[in-house]
């Protein structure tokens, strides 16, 4: 202390946190209110699309070309794009199709089985049964199991006669399409 005055480096914190020129939070936005979570992605990964062209719309905005992600949302309503986590666009889906044998394993409870169903079944009960050996045997080494491989696709293409962007998705039994027009 000089003359009765306090040095930077003496001052309390809570001296100087009203006093900071900035909010803790640049943008004013916390991490949860980011589209990530706003718009929730309903699994980690995601198929990738890449997009060869600039996209524009009729506000004068584009879709810069690139690598983004293509998910579908919970009620399949929509697709949208992510490029880093964030959200660039939401694409309407107009048509979605599911696996009709896929569907059918999911939603029959209460259906005679066949032979060939109780095998798969049979078969079914095995694998889950290893795997839960193997799971556990994972757990004790503190290591994480390798993942399911899952089948993922996306894709886009310009339709002249239309002239509009169609985007494919398909992840595991369902497939959606979805439209921007140019």
């Not at 694409?91 to 259906?111: G, R, T, W």
């Not at 079944?121 to 199991?145: C, L, Q, S």
């Not at 696709?153 to 339709?159: D, G, Q, T």
Request: charged letters at 30%; proline letters at 7%; glycine letters at 6%.
């Amino acid at each position: 202390m000089i003359d009765g005055i306090i040095t930077p480096a003496l001052r309390d914190i809570d001296y100087l946190a009203p006093a900071a020129p900035y909010p803790v939070i640049p943008s004013g936005k916390t991490i949860h209110e980011g589209t990530i979570y706003r718009y929730s992605i309903p699994g980690e990964e995601q198929p990738t699309v890449i997009i060869t062209d600039y996209i524009p719309d009729h506000n004068g905005n584009f879709i810069k070309p690139g690598y983004y992600q293509l998910a579908l949302s919970d009620d399949r309503e929509f697709l949208y794009l992510i490029e880093s986590k964030d959200l660039i666009a939401v694409i309407p889906v107009f048509k979605l199709a599911e696996n009709s044998k896929e569907m059918k394993k999911l939603y029959a409870k209460n259906k005679e089985l066949t032979k060939e169903e109780k095998k798969e079944r049979a078969k079914k009960k095995r694998e889950e049964k290893f795997k839960k050996i193997i799971n556990a045997k994972y757990a004790v080494t503190g290591a994480t199991p390798p993942q399911e491989y899952e089948h993922m696709e996306a894709e886009v293409e310009y339709i002249k006669d239309g002239g509009y962007y169609l985007f494919k998705y398909e992840r595991g039994y369902i497939r959606a399409w979805g439209a921007v027009k140019r």
